[in-house]
């Protein structure tokens, strides 16, 4: 069982995701935006992270700036689970996937709780 961090400000969302991988065996922890998240990851310990990149305050992005700040974090894998498109990051790919670690990109909908619960189990075991 792995300890998850989702990151989704859309409630509806969120309880639907957190009930899907806590039904996979997850133990799940919800957070809406950044700070919260930073303040919840420092409590769970998380195994692995589920982020919207699009927030209310700070964006996914800076969340992943700040999160990766920490040493104990560097090497924590993150799943970007969003509604931007790829195209909108595609440039800046590089850096999420290099410098800030980012294992794997969804957008949401293309992304049935199926493959997003396959992804995680398959994170969960390589870590």
């Known amino acids: 069982m792995s300890q998850i961090l989702?990151?989704?400000p859309d409630r509806l969302l969120a309880e639907t995701y957190k009930k899907a991988l806590s039904t996979a065996g997850h133990k799940v922890?919800?957070?809406s935006g950044s700070q919260e998240a930073i303040n919840l990851a420092d409590k769970i310990s998380p195994d692995l992270i589920i982020l919207e990149i699009q927030l209310?305050?700070?964006?996914g992005i800076e969340f992943l700036y700040e999160f990766r700040s920490y040493p104990e974090w560097q090497n924590i894998p993150?799943?970007?689970?969003t509604s931007v498109p790829y195209a909108e990051l595609a440039n800046g790919w590089p850096i999420l996937s290099g410098y800030l670690n980012t294992m794997e990109y969804r957008y949401k909908p293309n992304t049935t709780l199926e493959s997003l619960i396959s992804s995680v189990n398959d994170l969960a075991l390589s870590a």
Do not use: K, T
């Open 56 to 59: 209310v305050g700070h964006s």
């Open 6 to 8: 989702l990151i989704e």
């Open 78 to 81: 993150v799943i970007i689970h």
């Open 29 to 31: 922890s919800v957070a």
